[in-house]
C-alpha cells in the first residue's frame, strides 16, 4: 500500500491513510452496505428470515410485506399497494433511489402478470436465447426430451478442455434454479461429469440444449385461482450407476 497521488506526505512518506468512511468500489463496501441496509430494515420491524439473508420479511396489521434485496437492487412484494408505497416511502427518505415501477424483468427472470386471469408467469426466455447465442447453438433444431431414454455415460479418462462444457452445465443450472424444474434429472445426471468429460459428454449436453430451444418460453405459472399443491417425483432404481 503506498499514499494517493496528490496527498503523498513528505514527512511520513512510508506511511498509509486510515479510511474513515467506506467508499464504493473497495472490498469492503459491498459488506459496509449491506450492513447500513440491513439495520435500516430491521429499524422498519423487517425480520431477515433464517434460509436465505437477502429476504425480508414484515407482518404489519394483516399485511405481508416482502423486500428481496440483490446488492442495490430491491423487489418489493406486498399484499396490497398501499402497503409498498408506504414502504417505498421510507426508503426514499433514507436513501438516494430511482423507482422502476411495477417489476417486470430482475436477473434475466421474466414476470409477465395476466390481471385478467389473475396469473403471474415466471420464465428465463431471454436468457435462454442468450446461452443458446454463447454456445453457438442459436439455429439448433429443437429435440422433444432433455435426454434420450436409457442414457449411460461414464467417466471419461481427461477432461476435454476445448469443450465448453462446464460453461453450459452453469447456464442449464441457472435455468433449473430460477423456474425449470423439469431440467433436474438431466441436469443432475449431467453435472456428474464437470470434471471427466469428453465429446460423448458434450454430445448429450447439446442434446439437451436443443430440448430448451423447443421449450423456451417454459415457467412457472401462478394462478391466483387454483389451489397450490406441490407434488414431488422421483425415479429411484437399484444399482444404476455405472461406475460403482
Known amino acids: 500500500m503506498e499514499q494517493p497521488d496528490g496527498y503523498v506526505d513528505p514527512t511520513y512518506p512510508e506511511k498509509v491513510c486510515r479510511l474513515l468512511q467506506a467508499l464504493y468500489g473497495l472490498r469492503q463496501a459491498p459488506k459496509m452496505w449491506y450492513a447500513k441496509l440491513d439495520a435500516f430494515l430491521k429499524s422498519l420491524g423487517f425480520d ?27 423487489v418489493l412484494v406486498a399484499s396490497s399497494l398501499a402497503a409498498i408505497l408506504k414502504i417505498k416511502d421510507a426508503l426514499h427518505k433514507r436513501f438516494e433511489m430511482k423507482d422502476l415501477s411495477e417489476a417486470k424483468v430482475i436477473l434475466g427472470l421474466d414476470m409477465r402478470r395476466h390481471k385478467a386471469l389473475s396469473t403471474l408467469k415466471l420464465s428465463l426466455g431471454k436468457y435462454v436465447a442468450q446461452a443458446l447465442e454463447t454456445s453457438g447453438m442459436s439455429e439448433c433444431n429443437p429435440i422433444g426430451t432433455p435426454l434420450e431414454l436409457g442414457l449411460r455415460l461414464v467417466k471419461a479418462d481427461k477432461s476435454d478442455d476445448t469443450l465448453p462444457y462446464r460453461e453450459a452445465v452453469g447456464s442449464l443450472m441457472y435455468l433449473l434454479v430460477g423456474t425449470r424444474l423439469d431440467l433436474a434429472f438431466a441436469i443432475g445426471k449431467l453435472s456428474r461429469f464437470v470434471s471427466c468429460y469428453g465429446k460423448a459428454h458434450w454430445a448429450v449436453i447439446k442434446h439437451c440444449i436443443q430440448y430448451v430451444k423447443g421449450s423456451m418460453e417454459k415457467g412457472l405459472v401462478f394462478d391466483k385461482n387454483s389451489s397450490c399443491v406441490l407434488r414431488g417425483f422421483s425415479d429411484a432404481n437399484t444399482a444404476g450407476d455405472h461406475e460403482t
Open 48 to 74: 431477515k428470515i433464517d434460509l436465505d439473508a437477502c429476504v425480508y420479511l414484515l407482518l404489519d396489521d394483516g399485511e405481508i410485506i416482502i423486500v428481496l434485496v440483490y446488492v442495490d437492487d430491491l
